[in-house]
């Protein structure tokens, strides 16, 4: 198992531009996690999967954001009309019911 | 709502010393699970250690121990004979059920071991 992927590492976009972002898990996961890091701070929570099921999304995350994953493997995170406010590090963790979450190496986002 | 508080922005130590981040947080729940993870320069997230609510022993992991005191709402993290990999931002989270195990963070501490 390689862990966790996430493409792409870097994305620069323009100020209303829509934005994908895409997490691989671990396989056996059925958990899956995204968070959003800004610089030098602790991550914040945005939402969670269970298998394919959306079960939770943080009341940071606008309705300019939307997250999916189909048949409970891989997740998509989309940003629509991106501000300059949402420039900052998207992280995706999964893991297997509650044990530990493992990270993937996070998709940096800057918006000019 | 769960809080988690580190309150060392930063700390430095030399290379083969011993070190003690400190953290703290808030609940009302008895059953949750707590963690230290690391993040060294422009990598990924790690974890480095995993505490049980429920486990009165303390986690240890090789040069990393943890000190849990349930009843403070403390959780500390000790680093033996530091090396300089071990230079990186160590982030305390929480997690429970009840919120369906989303990592509840802490501000994190830089930490820099030098030569």
């Known amino acids: 198992d390689t862990g966790v992927s996430q493409n792409p590492r870097h994305k620069i976009t323009k100020r209303g531009q829509n934005v994908t972002f895409r997490c691989d898990p671990i396989s056996e996961h059925n958990r899956l996690y995204w968070y959003r890091q800004t610089l030098g701070q602790g991550p914040e929570f945005l939402t969670y999967?269970?298998?394919?099921?959306?079960?939770?999304k943080s009341r940071l995350l606008s309705d300019r954001f939307s997250a999916e994953r189909p048949k409970g493997s891989f997740s998509t995170l989309e940003i629509q009309r991106t501000e300059q406010g949402d420039s900052a590090m998207y992280l995706c963790a999964s893991s297997f019911e509650n044990y530990e979450q493992y990270f993937g190496p996070g998709t940096r986002l800057t918006v000019t | 709502a769960q809080t988690v508080t580190q309150s060392q922005p930063e700390m430095s130590v030399q290379e083969a010393e011993t070190v003690t981040l400190s953290c703290t947080y808030d609940t009302s729940e008895n059953n949750y699970y707590l963690f230290w993870y690391k993040q060294p320069p422009s990598r990924q997230m790690i974890l480095v250690i995993r505490?049980?609510?429920?486990k009165q022993q303390n986690a240890t992991e090789n040069r990393f121990s943890v000190n849990f005191q349930k009843a403070a709402k403390s959780f500390s993290l000790k680093i033996s004979d530091s090396q300089l990999g071990d230079t990186a931002m160590y982030f305390c989270a929480f997690s429970d059920m009840d919120s369906n195990y989303q990592l509840i963070w802490g501000a994190g501490t830089k930490l820099i071991i030098k030569p």
């Open positions: 505490q049980e609510a429920y």
């Open positions: 999967f269970q298998n394919e099921a959306q079960l939770e």
